[in-house]
C-alpha cells in the first residue's frame, strides 16, 4: 500500500508545509493529503500549535453545525533579526514569520570599518529594535554581506574588497548574543531573493538580477531558488573579462573585469579623466539631464560593456527576466535600453523570444526582504522545523 509509505513520511514538519501553501488547512485535509490516521494528524497539529508557528481558527461560514477548525501559519509566532550591508549605508531591521518588517533603522556605518566595530553595533542595533515590539521570539537572523560568502560556513571571502573581513566566520558571534540559526549570504543574492519574491513570485522561476553600482554583481534565481554553486561563488558577473576595456586593473587583481570598465566606479573615473568634475553619481546624474555629450557616450559605452556580459549569461541560463538594480542602473534609463539593444542582438533566439529586461521594482528595501525571507526559507522548510521540534522539551511535557 503506497499510502502507508506516504504517512510515514509527512512528519510536522511537513504538515506545516502544507499548512503554509495552503494545500491543507484542516485536520481532515492533511488527513487526506498525508495518509495519516486521525491520531497521527492530531499529534503533529498539536506539536505546531505549542510551538505558536500555526493558529486555529474556528470561524468560518456558518452552514449549520460546527465548521471544521481552520489551520493557519502564524506569521506573529516569531521575529527574524535582518541586516543588509552596503558599502556606506546598512539597513536593520525585525520582521515576522513572513517577512513583513516590523521594526527598523538605517546606519551610516562604513563596512570596511571591520567586523569588530559593525557587528556588535548591529547587535545592539537589533536589542534596541526587539525592544519596541510586544513579543519577540527570535528564531533566526539573516545577513547580507558586500563579499563573496562560503553560504555553508557564514565565512566571507573577498580579500582585496573587504579586507578586515576576510575569512570571518560571522554566524558564531552573532549566536553568541541571540542563540539561534543565523544565515550569511551575499548582498547581491539577498537582493535577488527578495526582488523575486515581492515582485514575480508565483509568475516567473527564472530571473537573473544585475546590481549596477559602485560595483557590478549578480544573483541568480534557477527554478525558483537562488543558485549558490559550490560554495557560494556564483553569480560573480563583474569579474567576467570583457574584451576591449582597454587594460584596466581591476581590484579582485585581474585586467578589464566588467566591475572595472561598467560600473559606478568606472563611469566616475572615466568622466574625471575627460575633465569633468563629478564626485558622486548624483553628479553623472545632473550631467545626463543637461544632455553632456561625453558623460553621455561614457554611460553608453559602460552599457555596452554590461549588455555584452548579460547576453552571455542569459545564453548560459535562459531567464524569463532580467532585473536591473543598483543605484547607476535605476537612474540611467540610458544603461537600461543600452542593455536591452546589446542583449536582444547577441543573446541566441529562443532566449530572448520571452525574455523582458526590466529596472528593480523592489528599489532599497529588497535587501532587508530577502535577509528575511532566506533565513524562514531555511528554519521553516520541513527538515529544520523537525530538528527544532526532536531538540526542544514541549510545553505538555514540561507540566507533567
Ligand atoms: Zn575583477
Known amino acids: ?63 449549520g453545525g460546527r465548521p471544521p477548525a481552520r489551520l493557519a501559519f502564524n506569521a506573529a509566532g516569531g521575529v527574524v533579526l535582518a541586516a543588509s550591508l552596503g558599502a556606506s549605508r546598512t539597513q536593520i531591521a525585525a520582521c515576522d514569520l513572513a517577512g513583513a518588517v516590523l521594526a527598523q533603522a538605517e546606519v551610516a556605518i562604513d563596512v570596511e570599518e571591520g567586523p569588530g566595530v559593525v557587528l556588535p553595533l548591529l547587535l545592539d542595533t537589533w536589542e534596541g529594535l526587539l525592544g519596541e515590539l510586544p513579543s519577540a521570539r527570535v528564531r533566526g537572523i539573516g545577513m547580507g554581506v558586500p563579499a563573496t560568502v562560503e553560504f555553508a560556513a557564514g565565512r566571507t571571502e573577498s580579500a582585496r574588497v573587504m579586507a578586515s573581513w576576510t575569512g570571518v566566520v560571522i554566524p558564531p558571534i552573532l549566536a553568541g548574543r541571540f542563540p539561534v540559526p543565523v544565515f550569511v549570504d551575499n548582498d547581491v543574492n539577498v537582493i535577488a531573493i527578495g526582488e523575486h519574491h515581492a515582485a514575480y513570485a508565483g509568475e516567473i522561476d527564472d530571473l537573473l538580477f544585475v546590481k549596477v553600482s559602485t560595483r557590478i554583481g549578480s544573483g541568480v534565481i534557477s527554478g525558483g531558488h537562488i543558485l549558490r554553486g559550490a560554495l557560494g561563488a556564483a553569480g560573480e558577473i563583474g569579474h567576467i573579462p570583457v574584451r576591449d576595456g582597454g587594460g584596466v586593473l581591476c581590484r579582485c ?15 566616475l573615473r572615466d568622466l574625471r579623466a575627460k575633465g569633468r568634475e563629478v564626485a558622486t553619481l548624483s553628479d553623472v546624474v545632473a550631467l545626463v539631464r543637461a544632455g553632456d555629450a561625453e558623460t553621455m557616450s561614457v554611460v553608453r559605452e559602460a552599457a555596452r560593456q554590461l549588455g555584452e556580459v548579460v547576453a552571455s549569461a542569459v545564453n548560459l541560463l535562459n531567464p524569463a527576466v532580467v532585473v536591473l538594480g543598483g543605484d547607476v542602473a535605476e537612474t540611467f534609463q540610458p544603461m537600461v535600453s543600452g542593455v536591452r539593444e546589446v542583449v536582444y542582438r547577441r543573446s541566441t533566439a529562443l532566449a530572448t523570444r520571452n525574455l523582458r529586461i526590466e529596472r528593480s521594482r523592489l528599489g532599497p528595501g529588497a535587501g532587508i526582504t530577502g535577509c528575511a525571507l532566506m533565513v524562514l526559507g531555511q528554519i521553516l522548510a520541513p527538515d529544520a522545523v523537525d530538528a527544532s521540534l526532536a531538540r526542544s522539551v514541549p510545553r505538555v511535557a514540561q507540566l507533567r
Open 1 to 63: 500500500m503506497p499510502r502507508r509509505s506516504a504517512a510515514a513520511l509527512a512528519t510536522s514538519g511537513e504538515v506545516l508545509r502544507l499548512i503554509r501553501t495552503g494545500e491543507a488547512v484542516t485536520r481532515a485535509e492533511i488527513g487526506r493529503v498525508t495518509g495519516l490516521s486521525r491520531p497521527a494528524v492530531a499529534l503533529r497539529v498539536t506539536e505546531l500549535l505549542e510551538r505558536d508557528l500555526v493558529v486555529e481558527d474556528t470561524e468560518g461560514p456558518s452552514t
Open 253 to 267: 587583481g585581474t585586467i578589464d573585469c566588467l566591475d572595472s570598465v561598467a560600473s559606478g566606479t568606472a563611469i
